[in-house]
């Protein structure tokens, strides 16, 4: 019953900026705490940025430090992912998660639950 809805990925150049969101239903999802994962063609997949439940911590993969943020609005059951100064490999799929923890770490095996996947395409 726990769904994962997302949106806003694209095909933007590099040097552009891309915000992805996803929607939570089916799970107190104030009581959550969110990633963004992406993966890559060949490539498994990797962590982008955790959210504790109440927004209170965030942490980055340092691929993306600097450039991307994470943030949440609870009041919206949403989180959202903000890319700015994409780069050509930032391409990927990248995937909305929710973890049963409030403050999890960046271990693919703490999310149980996944959106479809949106796909972003930085070109050069």
């Known amino acids: 019953q726990v769904q994962l809805v997302e949106s806003g990925g694209g095909l933007v150049q590099a040097g552009d900026s891309l915000r992805v969101s996803c929607v939570v239903s089916?799970?107190?999802?104030?009581?959550?705490?969110m990633g963004w994962f992406r993966q890559a063609p060949g490539k498994e997949r990797e962590f982008v940025a955790a959210?504790?439940?109440?927004?209170?911590?965030?942490f980055y993969a340092d691929s993306v430090k600097g450039r991307f943020t994470i943030s949440r609005d609870n009041a919206k059951n949403a989180v959202y992912l903000q890319m700015n100064s994409l780069k050509p490999e930032d391409t990927a799929v990248y995937y909305c998660?929710?973890?049963?923890?409030?403050?999890?770490?960046?271990?693919?095996?703490?999310?149980?639950?996944w959106g479809q996947g949106t796909q972003v395409t930085v070109s050069s």
């Open positions: 959210i504790s439940w109440n927004g209170g911590r965030t």
């Open positions: 089916g799970r107190p999802f104030s009581r959550s705490g």
């Open positions: 998660a929710a973890s049963t923890y409030w403050n999890p770490s960046s271990s693919i095996s703490e999310f149980d639950y």
